[in-house]
């Protein structure tokens, strides 16, 4: 969860909401990947997304069979269907979104529905360091904002 906290830490530089994710295989690092939505544009660049990308790259197929995804946050419905498609292992979560978390925040996405693939689930993994990074990032859009609208 270290090396996906580094990648959160990226997209915060980056002005983004700090999510970063790893793909692991047989204990290696095959992917890495932070959010970069605000930067390219385009709705579907969160950090999953982006690592199960580079993950089917570097392996050469769509499956991911044997992987496994360390993320900074809990997943949406978007990448947590994303990660059933891609036959992820397992995946290890920081903390819970609360707004649009799909594996058991908001929704299970994971357990309560007969898709043909299961995944393992283990949560809060770094919770605090997890929360931090993210606490940082809306403090300092809420100040900015704040700002701003004094200066109209």
């Known amino acids: 969860m270290r090396e996906a906290l580094k990648e959160a830490q990226k997209a915060l530089k ?5 999510v970063g994710a790893i793909i692991v295989k ?10 970069t939505k605000e930067t390219r544009k385009d ?16 392996l050469g197929s769509w499956r991911l ?5 360390y993320v900074t946050l809990e997943p949406c419905s978007m990448c947590a269907g994303a990660l059933i498609q891609s036959r992820i292992k397992k995946i290890y979560i920081g ?15 994971l357990e309560d529905y007969k ?9 809060y993994i770094l919770k605090e360091e997890c929360e931090k990074i993210l606490k940082k990032f809306f403090k300092f859009l809420r ?7 004094k200066s109209i």
């Open 14 to 18: 980056k002005e983004e909401v700090p």
């Open 65 to 69: 069979l044997g992987c496994e995804m």
């Open 95 to 109: 903390t819970d979104d609360a707004k649009t978390g799909a594996c058991g925040s908001v929704l299970n996405l």
């Open 143 to 149: 100040e900015r904002n704040k700002s701003e609208k």
């Open 26 to 35: 047989d204990g290696k690092i095959i992917a890495r990947a932070h959010n």
């Open 115 to 123: 898709f043909n693939h299961k995944i393992e689930v283990e949560k």
């Open 43 to 58: 709705s579907t660049c969160h950090a999953e997304i982006i690592a199960i990308k580079k993950a089917c790259q570097k």
